[in-house]
């Protein structure tokens, strides 16, 4: 079975010129798509709208990914950032729209409730997110527990889906495939100077570091987070967490009766990157 189309789906939405021109959008989130729809096919009842619950599920996620990306107005603002800035209002207004319009289509009114439920959850949990995490009092576990619930609830949504003799096994792949997935954002995110103020490696170094090296990590250059980065090892910490978690999953498969399910698990994790991946860091150093 292939499940690698949804995606390919999803450019009918989002390959539009003037978004394309203007602004970036965030990575459609292949992974949780392809999972969900792999579950969602194991359910008779559920096999014939698997594909379009899946699709809109994926675009609201995508929607709320897009206005993730929408930064407050700078004073100095030019006009190129400014249209980038109202393209992606608009996208992400877009794909949750489509995300209603595909569900309504099909009469599943009843997917259309749990999913926005779980959209309010999201926002909730982000605002406690980026407050916490602004205030630094957000830890890297905490952060990284966080992310993953945000990226999940969505998916989680539509759990009671899934056969009741995959529920465990469901529960259990989302959650890993996610991790590995933020871990594996984190360590690109980790080899930008840009991203670093906002990242798991900031919240990992601030535990690590006394008061007054906290203050002085705020203000710390391009050379300096280089230093600290490679200081701490952050990219090796990081691969360590992202391999353990694919040898849990591993585990997982194991434990798995169905061929369909073990094969497209396995697909899922040739998606992430190599060990050998060298942080950009360590080139520049």
């Keep these: ?44 009842k559920q096999a014939e709208h698997s594909e379009i619950c899946t699709l809109a599920t994926s675009l609201a996620q995508l929607g709320l990914d897009t ?10 603002e030019l006009i190129g950032q400014a249209r980038s800035r109202q393209l992606k209002v608009l996208a992400g207004d877009y794909f949750n729209s489509r995300f209603y319009q595909l569900l309504s289509h099909i009469g599943r009114i009843d997917i259309i ?13 982000k605002m406690t997110f980026y407050e916490r995490f602004r205030a630094k009092k957000l830890t890297s576990v905490e952060y990284l527990e966080q992310s993953v619930s945000m990226r999940t609830q969505l998916f989680s949504a539509l759990s009671k889906f899934i056969p009741e003799q995959y529920h465990t096994k469901w529960s259990e792949l989302l959650g890993l495939l996610t991790r590995c997935e933020v871990i594996q954002n984190e360590l690109d995110r980790s080899d930008c100077y840009d991203t670093f103020r906002s990242s798991w490696a900031f919240c990992y170094i601030l535990e690590s570091i006394s008061p007054v090296e906290q203050e002085r990590l705020i203000h710390v250059d391009k050379s300096g987070v280089i230093a600290l980065l490679t200081k701490y090892n952050i990219h090796g910490t990081l691969m360590d967490m992202l391999q353990t978690h694919i040898q849990q999953v591993m585990s997982i498969l194991e434990q798995l009766d169905s061929e369909v399910l073990r094969t497209e698990v396995l697909a899922l994790l040739q998606l992430f990157s190599s060990s050998n991946r060298v942080p950009q ?3 520049e150093i």
């Design 1 to 44: 079975m292939r499940t690698d189309h949804i995606a390919k789906l999803a450019l009918k939405y989002t390959e539009y010129e003037m978004i394309k021109e203007h602004t970036p959008l965030p990575a459609f989130p292949e992974i949780r798509a392809r999972l969900l729809f792999v579950f969602l096919q194991r359910n008779p």
């Design 67 to 76: 206005h993730d990306l929408v930064n407050s107005t700078p004073a100095d």
């Design 113 to 125: 409730r749990l999913i926005s439920v779980a959209i309010s959850e999201v926002n909730r949990m």
């Design 281 to 283: 860091t360590a080139k």
